[in-house]
């Protein structure tokens, strides 16, 4: 994509445009391959060797704790919990097979909860080839904050 692509990219999404004209144009709703299974969604690259990125924002009016679960070994997983606040952006690149889970506190414990339910994932409309692996790109950030980092990440 072009500069001035990215130019437009960022210069409406700090302007406010309407999220319905913001993830229309620039981000579109995700679809496949994306499954649900109990409560978590579970993501699968295209391609096994080539990372994909997905947006998610935290529709809900509580705080989320984002986890991966990773069947086979559940103790490699430690470290990729991830906040997301009310109106919140964050962006996730993975590779292969990666399944998210999330959580809510009720009564100052985390409870597991539908992630269908909070979550509304985007895709973004352009992206560069990622760099392999599963990553978060951006964490718990404003709009304006999540396409600026975005921009530069994706360009």
Excluded: H
């Amino acid at each position: 994509m072009s500069k001035g692509f990215w130019f437009g990219f960022l210069l409406f999404s700090l302007l406010g445009v309407s999220q319905d004209l913001w993830a229309g144009k620039l981000l579109y709703t995700y679809q496949a391959p994306l499954s649900v299974d109990g409560a978590a969604f579970v993501l699968q690259s295209a391609q096994a060797s080539q990372a994909e990125v997905v947006v998610i924002y935290n529709k809900s009016s509580k705080p989320l704790l984002l986890n991966r679960i990773l069947v086979n070994n559940p103790g490699v997983s430690a470290g990729w919990s991830s906040d997301l606040d009310p109106d919140r952006w964050s962006a996730l690149s993975w590779q292969g097979s990666f399944t998210l889970s999330c959580q809510q506190s009720v009564d100052q414990q985390w409870q597991s909860i539908p992630c269908a339910q909070v979550l509304q994932l985007y895709k973004p409309a352009a992206s560069k080839k990622m760099a392999q692996g599963s990553y978060w790109l951006v964490e718990n950030k404003t709009k304006p904050q999540l396409m600026a980092r975005l921009a530069k990440a994706l360009m």
